[in-house]
């Protein structure tokens, strides 16, 4: 596996150093570790561990760092890089683009709070993202949208052998005799430390505690040497210039803290983490630490050391009076501190987990598959998922549909999530497009299947970031699919249609088989009204779908031919009809209760989408035009009678072997129009009589 990793630098620091921890760990465990950033100290071990490092400009916030997206795109092909791992904003973003058009999978690792805004959002865009403690999960879900599912706590981890643990130190009487107690606080010199309220404690612990040392280890950056200055101000003023001392940046913590008593965090912002205070219990130094953000994931408060609220030295002091003064107390902390970091925080883990990561992102596919069309182009859609399925058994493959046809597949056993989309709503379609792609791209799905294959599915895909995009080229917007079929005009079913975008993902076996997977409630449902209009189960039932499409109306049969059908059905075979349609299809329905209408059970406008698929599957033949519930019938094994005028069967008859088809060859048909210039012919002289034997042969009477 080969994996690079970016960050903005490589000075010393948590983020960093746990860079060079998880490259060097790749390397010894036989993989590939790249690094790019903008250069630092710590170089030199990267390079000296057989680590590749690439040194561009990608922590600059400007426009000109767009310009590192092609030179870190030729870094990706030229190493065969499988997994990108951004650590950093701006890094994130360059890594995000360059990978588009490569084999490469995005992760991030977020290390710390984000502000809420739209540099930060990209953090939270990698196929897994890696969070460091359970606060800063928590905030990438509330605040930037991230699913839970995607999310991966990964805690920081250290090496131990780097440092000497002596269980012995705080024995009893371990203050007696000490010329100097060292209380130290590591990190950054930056206002959201809270080192002004360490000094503060810190001049109340000395006057219980005379012989304290406090020594402040880190270093500032440019921006912060004014802060730096207000606290060298704030000792000489509590007159602590012999007690606090700046000791400046400090490269081996590990050996500076054999000299340190006691530990102090006194950060006011909530931390990402702690790293140094798993550093402290590695090396078996006290720890008294403020409860914010990660810390809470390393420290149980009077268990592995004692927690106090951010911006109060007077608790912050009590709590470093009593750890010096309760040496029980303290040896507990520190040996169950010192255990838990054994069990919890070490390399070893970190990488361990990582890696897992890493393989399930190489090996899990996220697909997402558009189809919002009508009902039945969803049913027809479903032997596609499941040779999805077969191909790429452990992807998380999610549907985006029409939200009225969500309990289509809500049973659908080769998915794991349905998107709705509301393709209806005109009036708010831009807004809810702009809110589609923002949720697709939470997802970052690395696939796109698009089986709607209009101007708006392929604009959706490419928009949502989605890498490889699958489709047919029917028009100009087919240009911004990736692998495209080039013809869409052959007159195939429409699942071998399908197929043919399958075949360029590598699906190889073919199967066209339908299913649906009606509630048994609503299968109880549909027997209760049988039950209630006098059908037994014995009788054959031969429904009826009236009004084939409301906007085809050259699709339609017409009624007066219907009404003569189910009087025969009736008469001559004894068959009990059932009429099935939407509400539109009400004027229809008042023509066969005339004579005989017991015998009709009218269940137009009476059923939901899952009640109706229960009713045909209860149904022994249906007679209907190219409309959804003949692809329900072939679902649901339930022998068809299928008229056609304007489609043409090949392209649209659902796959199965229960089928009848009866068309009239005519010089105008196929047409694909909504209306007719010549007088629908192609429906009405479809005759009654050849239906009937058509329905006849079907029951096998």
């Known amino acids: 596996m080969n994996v690079l990793q970016i960050l903005p630098q490589l000075n010393y620091g948590g983020v960093e150093v746990g860079t060079v921890d998880l490259a060097q760990a790749l390397i010894e465990r036989g993989h590939k570790a790249c690094v790019i950033s903008a250069g630092g100290e710590l170089v030199g071990r990267l390079i000296k561990m057989g680590v590749q490092h690439y040194e561009l400009p990608v922590h600059a916030k400007s426009l000109k760092t767009l310009a590192m997206i092609q030179k870190v795109r030729a870094i990706i092909v030229k190493e065969g890089i499988d997994i990108v791992h951004a650590r950093s904003r701006i890094p994130a973003w360059i890594a995000y683009f360059a990978i588009r058009n490569t084999d490469a999978k995005f992760v991030t690792t977020c290390h710390g709070y984000y502000s809420k805004h739209l540099l930060s959002t990209i953090m939270g865009w990698g196929e897994k993202v890696i969070v460091i403690s359970r606060a800063i999960g928590r905030h990438m879900i509330d605040d930037f949208g991230v699913l839970p599912e995607r999310i991966t706590l990964i805690h920081r981890g250290i090496d131990l052998s780097k440092y000497s643990f002596d269980k012995a130190k705080y024995d009893a009487g371990w203050l007696r005799g000490k010329e100097k107690i060292i209380i130290a606080n590591i990190g950054r010199l930056t206002p959201i430390k809270g080192h002004e309220y360490f000094i503060k404690a810190i001049h109340l612990v000395s006057h219980h505690f005379p012989q304290i040392e406090a020594w402040i280890v880190g270093g500032a950056s440019k921006r912060h040497t004014k802060y730096v200055d207000r606290l060298k101000i704030l000792v000489d003023k509590l007159g602590m210039n012999t007690v606090v001392k700046f000791v400046g940046v400090e ?14 965090l006194s950060t006011t912002y909530p931390e990402g983490f702690g790293r140094v205070i798993i550093e402290a219990g590695a090396s078996g130094v006290a720890v008294v630490a403020t409860k914010v953000g990660g810390v809470t994931d390393i420290v149980d408060d009077g268990k592995h050391g004692l927690l106090v609220p951010p911006r109060d030295e007077i608790k ?3 709590a470093i009076v009593h750890m010096l003064q309760h040496h029980t107390l303290t040896r507990t902390c520190v040996l169950n501190l010192r255990k838990k970091v054994e069990s919890v925080f070490t390399v070893k883990t970190m990488i361990d987990n990582t890696l897992r990561v890493y393989g399930d992102v190489r090996h899990q596919r996220r697909i997402l598959v558009i189809k919002l069309g009508a009902f039945g182009d969803i049913v027809l859609a479903i032997p596609s998922l499941r040779m999805i399925r077969k191909k790429f ?10 939200a009225d046809f969500i309990l289509c597949l809500e049973n659908c056993p080769y998915i794991d999530e349905i998107i709705p989309f509301k393709r209806k709503d005109k009036k708010r379609q831009f807004i809810q497009m702009k809110n589609l792609i923002k949720k697709l791209r939470r997802y970052s799905f690395d696939i796109s299947v698009d089986f709607q294959n209009n101007k708006k599915t392929h604009l959706i895909a490419f928009l949502a970031g989605i890498s490889s995009r699958y489709g047919y080229k029917r028009d100009m917007f087919g240009s911004l699919l990736t692998h495209r079929v080039g013809s869409f005009s052959d007159p195939l079913p429409p699942v071998q249609h399908q197929f043919r975008v399958l075949s360029l993902l590598g699906v ?5 088989r339908l299913e649906l997977w009606p ?11 049988f039950s209630g209009a006098w059908i037994s189960q014995k009788q054959k039932k031969v429904g009826l779908i009236l009004g084939a499409s ?3 109306y050259t699709k339609r049969w017409p009624t007066e031919n219907f009404v003569i059908l189910s009087r025969r059905l009736i008469e001559e075979l004894g068959c009990r009809v059932v009429l099935i349609g939407d509400l539109n299809s009400k004027k229809e329905r008042d023509l066969f209760f005339t004579t005989r209408n017991n015998e009709v059970l009218d269940m137009i406008g009476s059923t939901t989408i899952t009640q109706l698929v229960a009713l045909i599957a209860k149904l022994d033949c249906i007679v209907c035009g190219d409309t959804a519930p003949l692809h329900i019938a072939s679902a649901m094994k339930t022998k068809i009678v299928a008229l056609f005028g304007p489609t043409d069967p090949r392209r649209h008859m659902p796959p199965g072997t229960n089928h009848k088809v009866l068309r009239r060859n005519l010089a105008c048909a196929p047409c694909y129009k909504e209306q007719c210039s010549c007088e629908y012919r192609c429906m009405r002289e479809i005759n009654v009589e050849d239906v009937f034997q058509a329905v006849k042969g079907q029951l096998g009477l």
Request: aromatic share 8%; glycine share 0%.
């Open 393 to 402: 058994p452990k992807a998380y493959i999610a549907v985006l549909i029409d």
């Open 251 to 264: 490269k081996n913590i590990p050996e500076l803290l054999k000299k340190v008593d006691l530990l102090v």
């Open 316 to 318: 912050m002091s009590n």
């Open 550 to 552: 409301k906007r085809w």
């Open 519 to 529: 509630q048994k409630e609503d299968l109880h449902y549909i027997d209760t009204i």
């Open 508 to 512: 190889s076996q073919y199967d066209e």
